[in-house]
Nanobody, 123 residues
């Protein structure tokens, strides 16, 4: 049983930055790969970034490479998504997700999901 709660989403101007947080509760957090997905209006849920249990391995969708950074603090049972140089096309509901290792980029493989946090980037 893992519960995930996202926070940090808000309205921001293009070029700005946001840091999303995902607080996890439950057992064996460090044994789970964590990921962020997003869903824009009229679009399907899409992969954004993932991180291994140790934080030593990360993966990003090409459109956010160099702008977004995923990290985790296992002592705090928290995963983060630092988003810089935000663009209007980043507007979406962002979801935190968890699954037993290994990492994956397919939403259907993730077992646990947060409620989502809205990120809106204005032009």
């Amino acid at each position: 049983q893992v519960q995930l709660v996202e926070s940090g989403g808000e309205l921001v101007q293009a070029g700005g930055s946001l840091r999303l947080s995902c607080a996890a509760s439950g057992r064996s957090f460090s044994s789970y790969a964590m990921a962020w997905f997003r869903q824009a209006p009229g679009k399907t849920r899409a992969f954004v970034a993932a991180i291994s249990w140790s934080g030593g391995t990360t993966n990003y969708v090409d459109s956010v490479k160099g702008r977004f950074t995923i990290s985790r603090d296992n002592a705090r049972n928290t995963v983060y998504l630092q988003m810089n140089s935000l663009k209007p096309e980043d507007t979406a509901v962002y979801y935190c997700a968890a699954k037993p290792l290994p990492m994956a980029t397919i939403a259907e493989l993730y077992n646990y999901w947060g409620q989502g946090t809205q990120v809106t980037v204005s032009s």
